[in-house]
C-alpha cells in the first residue's frame, strides 16, 4: 500500500506528548494523479491509527480501479481530492468499479430509478398502449414511490421488498378501515384515487413489472449487476376458473339481449367468445358477410376516458370470426338499420367504419358496454359474469360441449398457437362455419 499514516497535534509531529493516547490525531499521505497532475493528498483528525490506516487503504483500492487507463486513474484522483475536503466520506470501491466499468465518471451525478423507468419506457416504441399504461400506473401507484428517488446503482433486494412491503401495509390499513365501518377510505401513502385492496394477482403484475424493468437494467445498460427483485418472494398466484354460461343459460340471456341495441354484438360474444375491444372494433371493410364472418383488425380499447384504436392482442389473435347463419342474417338486418341511422343523421354521421356503434356513428364506450352486459345478465336471471373473461369463457365452453375440433376452438379464441398459419384454405373456413353452427344449434336447443 503507497503512503503513510503518522500522528501529529497542533504542536507538529515532534510534540514530546504524542506517545500519549488521547494527544493528538492520526493522519495519512500519499501522492496521486489528477488531472492537473501529481498532488500531494494529507487528511487526518483518525483517533485511531487503524483508522487512519483503513481510510488510506479505501484510497488504494479506489486507485488501483482505474490502473492502466491514464484518463480513469485522474478522474479517480480527482473524485479523491474533492470527496475528502472538509472530511467527506469516498464512495464504495464497488460502486466505483460499476462506474467505470461502463464508461461513467467515476463520482458522477448518477440516474434515480425514476430517471431510468421513465427512459426504460420511453424505449419500448412497439409497446401496445393499453399495456404501456398499465405499466405507467403499476410504477406510479407501487414501484416507483418506494424506489423512485433511489440512484439505480445502490438499487438493492430491500428497496425491492419494500415496495410489496407498502402493498401489504397499505392492504392492512384498508382492511382495518372496511372492518370499522369507515365510508371514506383514505390511507396515507397511497397515490390511487380509489383505495383497494391489491391481490395476489396484481402483485404479481407489479413483479413482473419491477423485474422486467431491472432485467433490462442488467443486460442492456449494465448499470445493474444482478437483478435484486429475484430476493422477493410472493405468494403463489392462483387463478380461479372464470365462470361461464351452460346452452341453457346463455339462451336466456340472448333472448333477453335481443331487442337491447348491443344484444347483437352480445349474441357473437357469448357464441364465438370475443374480447371487449375485438367486438368494438369490427369494422365493416374488414368483413365479408357473404363469406361468413367478421374480422380482428383494430379493436377498440379504452384507456381512461378516451377510446383508442389498437393492435390485435398477439397475431394469433388477427383473424376470422366465423359466424353461423342466423347470426349473419342479423347481422345483415343490423346493418340495413345502419344504413337507416346514417341517413337519418346527415351530416352529424361520424364515419369509423363500426359494424356496432351509437345512433351518430361514434364506437359504443367498452366500459359502458360490460356495464350493460352484466345488467342483462342480471334481468334475465342468468349469473352475472364478466364480458371479457365469462363471455370468451362462455364461447370456448360451448364450444367444447358441441364437439368442435380443439385446434378450431384456440383458432376461434385467437389464443396463440404455433401451428396457426396466416392464410385459410378453403376447407378450413368450412370446418369454421361448421362449428359456429353447431354452437348456435347447441345453444338454440338448450331450451327445448
Known amino acids: 500500500m503507497s503512503g503513510t499514516t503518522y500522528k501529529r497535534c497542533e504542536h507538529g509531529t515532534t510534540c514530546p506528548d504524542l506517545d500519549k493516547r488521547r494527544h493528538g490525531s492520526w493522519f495519512y499521505a500519499t501522492r496521486i494523479t489528477t488531472t492537473t497532475g501529481r498532488q500531494l493528498l494529507r487528511r487526518g483528525g483518525f483517533p485511531l491509527q487503524r483508522e487512519a490506516e483503513a481510510a488510506l487503504k479505501h484510497v ?13 486513474l485522474a478522474q479517480v484522483g480527482d473524485m479523491i481530492i474533492e470527496r475528502t ?36 419506457l420511453a424505449g419500448k416504441r412497439k409497446l401496445r398502449e ?34 410489496f412491503g407498502r402493498i401489504d401495509r397499505i392492504n392492512a390499513e384498508i382492511i382495518a378501515q372496511r372492518a370499522d365501518g369507515r365510508a371514506l377510505i383514505k390511507v396515507e401513502g397511497d397515490v390511487r384515487q380509489v383505495p383497494r385492496v391489491i391481490g395476489v394477482a396484481s402483485m404479481h403484475r407489479v413483479y413482473a413489472a419491477l423485474q422486467a424493468f ?29 365462470e361461464h354460461w351452460t346452452a341453457a343459460q346463455a339462451r336466456r340471456f340472448m333472448a333477453r339481449a335481443a331487442a337491447d341495441p348491443l344484444g347483437l354484438m352480445f349474441r357473437i360474444a357469448v357464441l364465438r367468445g370475443g374480447r371487449r375491444g375485438e367486438l368494438c372494433g369490427f369494422r365493416w371493410s374488414d368483413s365479408d358477410l357473404d363469406a361468413g364472418y367478421l374480422a380482428v383488425e383494430r379493436p377498440l380499447l379504452q384507456l381512461g376516458g378516451r377510446i383508442v384504436e389498437g393492435r390485435p ?6 383473424r376470422k ?3 353461423d347463419d342466423a347470426t ?33 356513428g361514434s364506437p359504443w364506450p367498452p366500459d359502458y358496454v360490460s356495464r350493460r352486459f352484466k345488467a342483462i345478465a342480471k334481468d334475465a336471471g342468468v349469473p352475472v359474469i ?62 327445448q
Open 313 to 318: 392482442k398477439t397475431r394469433d389473435s388477427e
Open 60 to 72: 488504494n483500492e479506489l486507485i488501483a480501479l482505474a490502473r492502466g487507463d491514464a484518463q480513469a
Open 214 to 242: 431491472c432485467n433490462f437494467e442488467v443486460r442492456k445498460t449494465r448499470r445493474l449487476a444482478f437483478n435484486p427483485v429475484y430476493v422477493v418472494e410472493l405468494d403463489p398466484e392462483q387463478t380461479p376458473e372464470a
Open 328 to 360: 349473419l342474417a342479423l347481422l345483415r338486418e343490423h346493418r340495413k338499420a345502419q344504413l337507416a341511422a346514417r341517413l337519418r343523421a346527415g351530416s352529424a354521421w361520424l364515419d369509423n367504419d363500426l359494424v356496432f356503434c351509437r345512433e351518430d
Open 130 to 163: 393499453s399495456s404501456r399504461r398499465r405499466l405507467e400506473q403499476l410504477g406510479e401507484h407501487w414501484i416507483l414511490p418506494v424506489i423512485g428517488p433511489v440512484a439505480l446503482e445502490r438499487l438493492n433486494g430491500q428497496h425491492c421488498a419494500d415496495v
Open 386 to 447: 364478466k364480458l371479457h373473461e365469462g363471455g370468451r369463457h362462455t364461447g370456448a365452453s360451448l364450444a367444447r360441449t358441441a364437439e368442435v375440433d380443439p385446434e378450431i376452438r384456440r383458432k376461434t379464441l385467437g389464443h396463440a398457437d404455433a401451428k396457426m398459419t396466416s392464410h385459410y384454405t378453403h376447407i378450413e373456413a368450412e370446418a369454421h362455419r361448421q362449428a359456429a353452427e353447431a354452437v348456435a344449434a347447441l345453444v338454440e336447443g338448450a331450451g
Open 321 to 323: 370470426v366465423w359466424l
Open 85 to 120: 475536503k472538509r472530511g467527506g466520506a469516498l464512495p464504495d470501491a464497488g460502486l466505483v468499479a460499476r462506474r467505470l466499468g461502463l464508461n461513467l465518471a467515476p463520482d458522477g451525478p448518477g440516474i434515480t430509478c425514476a430517471e431510468a423507468w421513465s427512459a426504460w
